[in-house]
């Protein structure tokens, strides 16, 4: 079955800093997602990634997907108090499935 | 428009009760899926839904959960005779036909005691 690993688990910035979280994936990457979960709420969806090599991005987010589809990364440009919260990835386990795996959560603190 | 509802946001019930879990997927959406976040663990699948039809219920426990989508009105995630290992955040996500994004609701947080 498919594995999601993400890393750092935990990570703490200054405001202002730049901050990537990776996720890596022991199978091939059927479409892969980006969520941000705040304690006791649901997922808010960021970004879902296809092709090997894309790269999309929003407001100060950007994630990549390797050209081996097999590894993701997040990346926040000049953070903010905002962006503090736990992020997710989550992955198709096979072409063209609906259920998603998903990797254990990154909390990420933002520091004034 | 609205998101994904989800209600109640908080349950409690005591050992050997039953639980409904209410989602109502977002307007023009025709996929609702369950995942459970059991403490500090990771969000597993539950099971995938469309109207009147189980897709995909490999996730299920095989005994006290069951999960229907009807013609008419919300998803629900019924649990039978609920047990302490049953307190989870259980979150339901939609998508539309033809989409693979999947947007979540806010959760129901169960508490067994």
């Known amino acids: 079955s498919q594995e999601l690993e993400q890393s750092p688990q935990s990570l703490i910035v200054q405001e202002g800093k730049n901050l990537t979280i990776n996720c890596t994936s022991s199978?091939?990457?059927?479409?892969l997602y980006w969520y941000k979960q705040k304690y006791g709420e649901g997922l808010i969806f960021l970004m879902m990634?296809?092709?090997?090599?894309e790269e999309k991005s929003h407001e100060k987010i950007t994630a990549k997907l390797d050209e081996k589809k097999q590894q993701s990364s997040l990346h926040i440009t000049a953070s903010q108090p905002s962006h503090a919260g736990i992020y997710l990835c989550?992955?198709?386990?096979?072409?063209?499935?609906?259920?998603?795996?998903f990797g254990q959560g990154t909390r990420l603190t933002i520091n004034p | 428009n609205a998101g994904v509802m989800q209600n109640p946001r908080h349950l409690v019930r005591r050992r050997g009760q039953e639980a409904r879990l209410r989602c109502s997927p977002m307007?023009?959406?025709?996929?609702v899926y369950w995942y459970r976040q059991l403490p500090e663990e990771g969000l597993k699948f539950m099971v995938y839904?469309?109207?009147?039809?189980?897709?995909?219920e490999s996730g299920m426990p095989k005994e006290r959960f069951s999960a229907e989508f009807p013609k008419e009105g919300p998803s629900i995630l019924r649990i039978q005779q609920v047990v302490r290992g049953d307190s989870a955040a259980y979150f339901c996500?939609?998508?539309?036909?033809?989409?693979?994004?999947?947007?979540f609701g806010p959760g129901t947080r169960l508490t067994v005691t």
């Open positions: 996500a939609s998508s539309r036909q033809g989409s693979y994004e999947q947007y």
């Open positions: 199978k091939t990457l059927y479409g």
């Open positions: 990634l296809q092709k090997g090599g």
């Open positions: 989550g992955a198709a386990p096979l072409l063209g499935a609906q259920k998603l795996v």
């Open positions: 307007k023009g959406h025709s996929h």
């Open positions: 839904l469309q109207k009147e039809n189980i897709i995909d």
